[in-house]
């Protein structure tokens, strides 16, 4: 028997696991003891969360980050062969999504090894679906460029794109920019281009809205160091 590759979410900030996702996920975790991780301190903290009788020693954590050596993770799920399952745990909300993971998902693909994605919240989808926007075609461009002639620039291109594919746009920024963001979307979309801002997403502190961008002109929401999620459409 080849073991299985399962795509583990975790909760999108401090939410109780239980809340967000089903009870199908703690039993995979605590049948699991080998891990792809981004970060070990916070796979262990998320593990400890939703399992806090599985023994810590016992989890094998392999480091999946920016420093990760493509020789060396090509390694991970050689312990497969042997029967045993593996686990890819999302930094924040679902694997391998606008999260890191894809080359090892391929991985799994080359080597035979069954792939199995858990349910848990993707603040993408989640976002899309509280929207009104058209969930019937809709595209993630992850993060928009940082110069800021040239972000206005994609930001025109994706206001035309959506208009001509009748298309909803989602793209994302880095939590403390997020007002830049705002200020260069109301600056550069035309008035009646559609705008949801949803951060926060399952969190207490959750804020979704959707206004045409003239309405957003005296809007202010606090959005500083919290994720967030951008859609327009024209």
Known sequence: ????????????????????????????VEEIDYYIVENEKSARRFIKKISPKKSQPSLQLMLLDKYAEE?????????????????????????????????????????????????????????????????????????????????????????????DKNQSQ????????NEKMLTDLKATLTPTTNLCIAADITLPTEYIKTKMVKDWKNEKPDLHKKPAIFIIHK
Not at 170 to 177: A, H, L, V, W
């Open 170 to 177: 989602i793209f994302i920024e880095t939590p403390y920019r």
């Open 1 to 28: 028997m080849i073991g299985k590759l399962y795509l583990i979410p975790t909760t999108l900030g401090e939410t109780e696991p239980l809340e967000v996702m089903p009870l199908s996920v703690k039993k995979v």
């Open 71 to 163: 020789i060396e993770t090509r390694k991970y799920l050689d312990i497969c062969k042997e029967g045993v399952n593996v686990g890819l745990l999302s930094e924040a909300g679902v694997p391998a999504v606008a999260d890191p993971g894809a080359s090892i998902v391929k991985l799994a693909h080359e080597n035979n090894i069954r792939v199995v994605p858990l349910v848990g919240p993707s603040s993408i989808l989640m976002a899309m679906m509280s929207s009104g926007m058209n969930g019937q075609n809709f595209a993630f461009n992850g993060y928009l460029p940082i110069d800021k002639s040239d972000r206005k620039k994609a930001i025109k291109d994706l206001e035309r794109l959506s208009k």
